[in-house]
């Protein structure tokens, strides 16, 4: 499993950064402020930042500035403020690529019974954080989980973010979380993407973002390993995800409260 720093405060971990990677100054300015902000809650820090978006709805939707160019960006992080950076893969081919550059695969929902894209990834030996399929029942992710194991990698995290409720709407099963560490693994709850509101007829994804404190509280309380959220300076004008993702200015209050609450329940 990836070595998160020390954890003295037995905090529960974040994962949080821009939906997909727009630039370099703009990745770097969000680490610098994410980094100051869990360092003083002494929250163990993943940087989160997408190379490419392969799953949009519109053909003219942005994907990314250039893969080698995106992934440099996230070493670049690593390099710079010392914490690990996870970021999505797609196709088995992908898998290697992106290892030279990031500590942490993530599986997108979408794509989470994909058996040759589990096994490549689990063959570069990187932590493989396997994202539920909004499709799937907590417990069917078992035979995900299963695949990257029986492929030689035992470094496996699970994220909750959410189950489709009609056409263009998610809903969080909470029970999910504590059934899902029942087989042995971080669950991560993902905030931001549990609030999207999919298929719009705009073709753009809609979301809740008034409502991330609250589902975030709750995963907390529930007994989540790890928080997910997408971040941006100015959501409004993210180039992806901006409906749902929280402002860069609201991370610490909510952190701060999520922190207060894992006191509470322990």
């Given at each position: 499993?990836?070595?998160?720093?020390?954890?003295?405060?037995?905090n529960f971990f974040l994962l949080a950064g821009p939906c997909v990677?727009?630039?370099?100054?703009?990745?770097?300015?969000?680490?610098?402020?994410?980094?100051?902000?869990?360092?003083?809650?002494?929250?163990?820090?993943?940087?989160?930042?997408?190379?490419?978006?392969?799953?949009?709805?519109?053909?003219?939707?942005?994907?990314?500035?250039?893969?080698?160019?995106?992934?440099?960006?996230?070493?670049?992080?690593?390099?710079?403020?010392?914490?690990?950076?996870?970021t999505d893969i797609h196709t088995a081919d992908e898998a290697a690529?992106?290892?030279?550059?990031?500590?942490?695969?993530?599986?997108?929902?979408?794509?989470?019974?994909?058996?040759?894209?589990?096994?490549?990834?689990?063959?570069?030996?990187?932590?493989?954080?396997?994202?539920?399929?909004?499709?799937?029942?907590?417990?069917?992710?078992?035979?995900?989980?299963?695949?990257?194991?029986?492929?030689?990698?035992?470094?496996?995290?699970?994220?909750?973010?959410?189950?489709?409720?009609?056409?263009?709407?998610?809903?969080?099963?909470?029970?999910?979380?504590?059934?899902?560490?029942?087989?042995?693994?971080?669950?991560?709850?993902?905030?931001?993407?549990?609030?999207?509101?999919?298929?719009?007829?705009?073709?753009?994804?809609?979301?809740?973002?008034?409502?991330?404190?609250?589902?975030?509280?709750?995963?907390?309380?529930?007994?989540?390993?790890?928080?997910?959220?997408?971040?941006?300076?100015?959501?409004?004008?993210?180039?992806?995800?901006?409906?749902?993702?929280?402002?860069?200015?609201?991370?610490?209050?909510?952190?701060?409260?999520?922190?207060?609450?894992?006191?509470?329940?322990?």
């Open positions: 499993m990836i070595e998160l720093k020390n954890n003295p405060a037995g990677i727009e630039g370099e100054e703009m990745a770097m300015r969000i680490a610098e402020r994410v980094v100051k902000i869990t360092e003083a809650l002494q929250i163990p820090y993943v940087f989160k930042g997408s190379y490419r978006k392969a799953n949009r709805s519109r053909l003219d939707s942005f994907t990314g500035i250039g893969d080698e160019k995106a992934l440099k960006v996230l070493r670049k992080v690593h390099e710079t403020f010392g914490v690990p950076t996870v690529m992106a290892a030279e550059y990031v500590d942490i695969l993530q599986i997108p929902a979408f794509l989470c019974r994909q058996t040759d894209l589990l096994v490549a990834a689990a063959k570069t030996g990187k932590t493989i954080n396997i994202k539920k399929g909004q499709f799937l029942s907590p417990l069917a992710m078992q035979f995900a989980a299963d695949k990257v194991v029986e492929a030689g990698n035992k470094n496996v995290m699970l994220t909750e973010r959410g189950t489709t409720f009609g056409y263009q709407d998610l809903v969080v099963d909470y029970r999910g979380i504590p059934e899902m560490q029942s087989f042995g693994y971080p669950v991560i709850l993902d905030v931001t993407h549990s609030l999207q509101q999919p298929n719009q007829t705009s073709g753009v994804t809609g979301g809740m973002p008034q409502l991330i404190e609250t589902v975030a509280k709750a995963g907390i309380a529930v007994g989540a390993d790890g928080i997910f959220i997408e971040t941006h300076e100015n959501p409004v004008v993210a180039k992806s995800d901006g409906a749902n993702m929280l402002k860069l200015d609201l991370l610490e209050e909510l952190l701060t409260k999520l922190v207060r609450i894992r006191e509470a329940i322990k």
